[in-house]
């Protein structure tokens, strides 16, 4: 048996309880597979895949709060540091009733080749809690968010591990953090990144995973001759990535006519208003009838079911899966194809199941994954951490060219990394190639760690 297959075995007794966490290893480790025939002694001799698919270390605590009815709850806090070879743990925090060890294992797994592929000196973790965000109020909020910090405060630091947002977690969230941060440790440091801007923040963090999608989407179209200029588009989610995606796409002439959250979906042939949507989901907080009520050509349908994914039934040029994983599921894929979609690039990490993303491709269908095509807002995260290492605070345009200019770069690692490993644009296995060789050569250096 191949070292591939042995480790994928060995990960698969080990952890036969995670699946999502199985479902990424999985995906990583197949496609490198000449990388690794290529180097077998010297990988197995260091038990690179052994080491790669283990977290150095994942801290699961009791997270106890007050509500607003003075009853006590608890929920259960995750930090997976999964790997910090080429620099300090970082990646996201994620509050949702689904978080589990898995979920958590897996984005931090993907996290570690996405930050290589940013270039910048950042590992990989992630964390969070089954702590539902959903209808609490602001003090709730808050005093989970003290809860959860006082515990993960041990574990963390600007040079250690810098958590940021991820879904359920935004401005509000991670001001609470930092607070109570600040007021154990006493230290003003750059811990967390996705920080308002009077207290560090950096400009541009907020937009930056929606833009570098697009910025990322727009150098694959341009490499295949064409661009979003009257280009339809499907987005799906309507959080933090979703919102920021649309408006980048309005912005380059293309038009967004979905978008989605955990109950329903828009479909709307004017294209989304994206002010609209921001007003809805960033200022009230409200659900996307709210939207529909708001806006006369804009159609909404409840989700029958969780599996219900009706955007992806819209016929567009370019899908942008944005909400969470396994979001876009074989029939999606046939659904999609048989529309004629150009290309498919993830801005949620993991949101299209193996087997739809094989059909896709095999369909021809251009496709990124979200480990290249969403970290632009990772690799803006650490130019957060520069500006609080020198004390600076730099201006949008800056922040904004530096975020283009990676993805622009990053883009071009997939495609070369695709070429010389696998086939032209096969972007899945030059994505993790090219984040693979670099974290490798970084393991090897260190020595047994
Ligand atoms: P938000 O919480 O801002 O938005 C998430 C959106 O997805 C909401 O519309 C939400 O709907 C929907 N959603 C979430 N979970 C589910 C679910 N289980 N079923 C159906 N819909 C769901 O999160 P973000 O926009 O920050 O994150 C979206 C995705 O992008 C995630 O996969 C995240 O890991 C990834 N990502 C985020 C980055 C960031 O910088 N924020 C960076 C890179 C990747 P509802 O509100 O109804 O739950
Ligand atoms: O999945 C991700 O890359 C994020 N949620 C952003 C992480 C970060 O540290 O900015």
């Not at 750059?190 to 907020?206: D, E, W």
């Not at 190639?433 to 760690?449: D, P, S, T």
């Given at each position: 048996m191949g070292y591939v297959d042995e480790v994928l075995e060995l990960v698969s007794?080990?952890?036969?309880?995670?699946?999502?966490?199985?479902q990424?290893?999985?995906?990583?480790?197949?496609?490198?597979?000449?990388?690794?025939?290529?180097?077998?002694?010297?990988?197995?001799?260091?038990?690179?895949?052994?080491?790669?698919?283990e977290p150095d270390r994942a801290i699961q605590f009791r997270v106890p709060w007050v509500d607003d009815n003075g009853q006590v709850q608890v929920n259960r806090g995750f930090r997976v540091q999964f790997n910090n070879s080429i620099g300090p743990y970082k990646g996201g925090l994620r509050l949702h009733p689904s978080v589990n060890l898995s979920i958590i294992k897996f984005l931090g797994f993907e996290q570690v080749f996405k930050?290589?592929?940013?270039?910048?000196?950042?590992?990989?973790?992630?964390?969070?809690?089954d702590f539902d965000p959903k209808g609490k109020s602001d003090r709730e909020i808050m005093a989970f968010c003290q809860s959860f910090m006082t515990e993960l405060y041990k574990y963390i630091g600007a040079d250690v591990d810098v958590p940021a947002g991820d879904i359920g977690v935004g401005g509000r969230e991670i001001g609470f953090l930092y607070g109570q941060y600040k007021r154990i440790t006493n230290l003003y440091e750059?811990?967390?990144?996705?920080?308002?801007?009077?207290?560090?923040?950096?400009?541009?963090?907020?937009e930056a995973t929606g833009?570098?999608?697009?910025?990322?989407?727009?150098?694959l179209l341009k490499d295949h001759g064409t661009d979003f200029n009257g280009k339809t588009v499907a987005v799906s989610g309507a959080g933090n990535v979703a919102i920021y995606a649309i408006e980048k796409v309005h912005q380059l002439g293309g038009k967004v006519v979905t978008c989605s959250d955990s109950t329903g979906w828009i479909y709307d042939p004017e294209g989304i208003d994206v002010d609209l949507l921001k007003e809805v989901k960033e200022v009230k907080r409200a659900r996307l009838t709210a939207y529909a009520?708001?806006?006369?050509?804009?159609?909404?349908?409840?989700?029958?079911?969780?599996?219900?994914?009706?955007?992806?039934?819209?016929?567009?040029?370019?899908?942008?899966?944005?909400?969470?994983?396994n979001e876009l599921n074989l029939d999606d894929a046939k659904a999609l194809v048989a529309n004629g979609v150009f290309a498919v690039c993830e801005g949620a990490n993991m949101p299209t199941t193996i087997e739809a993303t094989k059909y896709l491709t095999d369909n021809k269908v251009l496709f990124i994954p979200g480990k290249a095509s969403n970290a632009g807002g990772v690799a803006t995260s650490a130019l957060e951490m520069?500006?609080?290492?020198?004390?600076?605070?730099?201006?949008?345009?800056?922040?904004?060219?530096?975020?283009?200019?990676?993805?622009?770069?990053i883009y071009k690692n997939i495609s070369s990394a695709a070429e010389k490993y696998a086939t032209k644009d096969d972007f899945v296995a030059g994505a993790n190639?090219?984040?693979?060789?670099?974290?490798?050569?970084?393991?090897?250096?260190?020595?047994?760690?």
């Open positions: 007794k080990r952890d036969a309880n995670q699946p999502e966490f199985l990424a290893v999985t995906e990583v480790l197949t496609t490198l597979r000449p990388v690794v025939e290529a180097n077998e002694e010297l990988y197995r001799k260091n038990a690179i895949l052994e080491r790669i698919t930050n290589s592929l940013t270039s910048l000196p950042i590992g990989g973790g992630k964390g969070g809690s750059g811990v967390l990144t996705g920080k308002g801007l009077t207290y560090g923040g950096s400009l541009a963090r907020t833009y570098g999608l697009v910025y990322i989407t727009e150098e009520e708001a806006r006369p050509s804009a159609q909404y349908t409840a989700k029958k079911d969780a599996n219900d994914h009706g955007v992806w039934n819209v016929k567009v040029d370019v899908a942008l899966p944005c909400a969470t994983q520069s500006q609080n290492s020198e004390r600076l605070h730099w201006s949008f345009d800056e922040v904004d060219e530096k975020l283009h200019g990676i993805m622009v770069n190639i090219a984040g693979f060789e670099k974290v490798v050569e970084a393991m090897l250096a260190q020595g047994v760690c």
